[in-house]
């Protein structure tokens, strides 16, 4: 199994493409020191790809609750009884000011999200409004993730200054029928690359922990590299009391590491984020920026804890690190 690992990281490290047999074989590392020395091969491919840089991004929940989709691990589903807090679009001037603090704090990135399939109508006009004046104030990269759009709406958030667009795949095409029935994994494709097509970057990933295998984890990162994907959030699952998923097993903190490791080696360029369910890592993620992630998102999530700014900005710099700088 060393050989098997070196040998990987000498390829990528060669900026050719690992294969999926050969990652394939990866699956079965139980091992402590081979799932170190996993991380360790991960690491230096991001080293040597991203360097020491990390990229922070904070992301607003604009709109909560009452969605129409059926995603199984979502507390803001409408089929599900949860106690989350349901909202219509929050205000300009409340866009304004979070992203203003942020951007104070030196955080990269910050995004609005919103609940339901798709922002339409009335709604949509009015995020644009917001983006539009975001982009007039603020020098802070901007990302939206609005649901399921088609191109014409995903132009003119483009024209507004958004630079990113979110939209997670969750899981593999073959799993994706056990988290979500009320729309496609084509549909979330096509967003995405409608999103490109209108000249934005593209956030995807997905949620490990919903009872997919490690072949489904393998299976997404491949995907994410066939469409291009810059930036790929890693959430692990937290539970939401009142969804289908609320009693799933808690994932191992190997686990969680091995598939981050994995990630790098198929996405080697790409900023892989660690997301929601932080708080389900040993000190909110540290040891995975040890096996290949150089991103994150700070400060409050949708609706699970997430890990403060300044805290985040000395794991970084504890790591030897350093915070992507604005401008």
């Not at 709604?123 to 982009?135: A, P, R, S, V, W």
Request: aromatic content about 6%; glycine content about 8%; overall charge neutral.
């Amino acid at each position: 199994m060393r050989k098997l690992i070196k040998s990987i990281e000498e390829k990528v490290l060669r900026g050719r493409d690992v294969s999926y047999e050969e990652v394939m074989k990866l699956v079965d590392i139980q091992e402590i020191e081979y799932i170190e020395l996993l991380c360790k091969s991960a690491n230096k491919v991001r080293e040597y790809f991203c360097g020491t840089e990390v990229d922070l991004c904070t992301i607003m929940n604009a709109k909560s609750g009452r969605c129409t989709e059926d995603c199984k691990f979502c507390a803001q589903s409408a089929f599900y009884k949860t106690d989350v807090e349901e909202y219509e679009l929050v205000s300009k001037k409340a866009a304004l000011t979070l992203a203003r603090e942020n951007e104070k704090e030196g955080v990269n990135r910050f995004s609005l999200v919103t609940s339901g399939r798709g922002s339409t109508g009335n709604e949509f006009e009015k995020i644009l409004d917001i983006y539009e004046e975001l982009n007039k104030e603020m020098k802070i990269d901007l990302c939206a993730s609005l649901g399921i759009l088609g191109y014409e709406q995903l132009l003119k958030l483009r024209k507004r200054g958004i630079t990113m667009y979110h939209h997670n795949l969750e899981t593999s095409r073959e799993y994706y029928e056990n988290i979500c029935t009320t729309h496609s994994y084509d549909e979330r494709i096509d967003t995405i690359n409608a999103a490109k097509k209108a000249g934005m970057l593209i956030c995807s990933g997905g949620i490990i922990g919903l009872g997919e295998s490690m072949r489904d984890r393998i299976n997404l990162a491949f995907q994410l590299r066939d469409l291009g994907v810059k930036s790929i959030p890693v959430n692990v699952l937290n539970p939401i009391v009142g969804t289908p998923l609320e009693n799933a097993e808690s994932l191992s903190q190997e686990e969680i590491l091995k598939t981050i490791s994995i990630i790098r080696f198929v996405n080697p360029k790409a900023l892989i984020r660690l997301a929601g369910g932080r708080n389900k890592i040993d000190k909110f993620g540290k040891n995975c920026f040890n096996a290949g992630a150089n991103a994150t998102i700070t400060g409050n999530y949708l609706t699970t804890s997430g890990n403060k700014i300044k805290d985040d900005k000395k794991m970084v710099s504890d790591l030897n690190l350093e915070v992507r700088k604005n401008g």
